[in-house]
């Protein structure tokens, strides 16, 4: 199919068994999403418990869009505040750090979060 070496053109040449291939400058990233958080409870004899549901509407690994762009829920304040990562985990740095408020959410959480990028 005269394609260069790669996992991803390995993956392409399989999957149309010698057709014609069209190419597309969208890729899908997916990423799995725990069932629940195990962590229940904070202190040295559990005395603090986690809030483990929703927070102002909104749980963890949300789908949420923040100043026009997509990131999932990390970590959630009870004082209004999240934490925010992209779609490979990554802690965004946001100043200020975003309030609840001003987020909409996108999804709810899934097992399976898909996210389109255009490379």
């Given at each position: ?36 958080d ?5 202190g ?12 102002f509407?909104f ?14 829920i ?6 209004g ?20 408020n001003?987020?909409?959410r ?14």
């Open positions: 199919m005269k394609l260069e070496k790669s996992h991803i053109n390995d993956a392409i040449s399989i999957a149309c068994n010698e057709q014609e291939i069209i190419y597309s400058n969208v890729s899908f990233y997916k990423n799995s999403i725990s069932k629940g195990y962590q229940q409870t904070k040295i004899r559990s005395e603090k418990t986690i809030p483990t549901g929703k927070l509407g749980r963890k690994f949300d789908k949420v869009r923040y100043d026009n762009e997509l990131y999932f990390k970590g959630r304040m009870s004082s505040y999240a934490i925010l990562c992209d779609i490979f985990g990554l802690k965004q740095s946001l100043k200020p750090i975003p309030k609840f001003k987020m909409e996108m999804n709810t959480r899934k097992l399976i979060q898909l996210v389109e990028v255009i490379v």
